[in-house]
C-alpha cells in the first residue's frame, strides 16, 4: 500500500490505480500477483518476501483475509484462514519435516488450545482436506 515498485497488469482509467488482475514487483524485493481492487490486494493472490516467505491464498484490502496457505523460509507451514493478516479460525502449523505443532482453532495469530501432537501429517488444502500433492498451491 503505497509502497514504490512495478506495477504490471490492468488499472482503473478513472483512477490508474491496480484493478483486477496484476503483478507487482516493489523496491524491497517482495512481489504480489494476483487480483487487485481499487489499488488493493484483493481476492485471490500470492506474496512472495523477500526473506524467503511465501503465501499463497484470499486477500482483502492488502491483508491475508480468508484461506490460504503460508510457506515460512525456516520450512514451517500454516494452512487455514486468516482474518485482518493474522492466523484466525480453522488451521494447522506443520514443521518442515511434518510434524504437527497446532491443528485447530486460532485466534489474533495464536493458537487458541495446545493440540500439536507431534506426529507427522500430509500437507492439507485450503478446504482442510489432507492431500500429499501441492500442485493447488502452484
Known sequence: AGQP???TGAVLKSTGLPHASGR???DDDHTYQGEWQNGFWHGLGTGAYANGDFY????RKHKRHGKGKFLYEDG???N???CDNKRHGKGIETLEDGTV???GEWKDDKPVSSSGSGTKKKDYNNEGERQSDLS???
Open 5 to 7: 515498485g512495478v506495477y
Open 24 to 26: 507487482m514487483v516493489y
Open 56 to 59: 499463497k491464498g484470499e486477500y
Open 76 to 78: 514451517r507451514s500454516y
Open 80 to 82: 487455514g484462514e486468516y
Open 101 to 103: 505443532v497446532h491443528e
Open 136 to 138: 493447488w498451491l502452484l
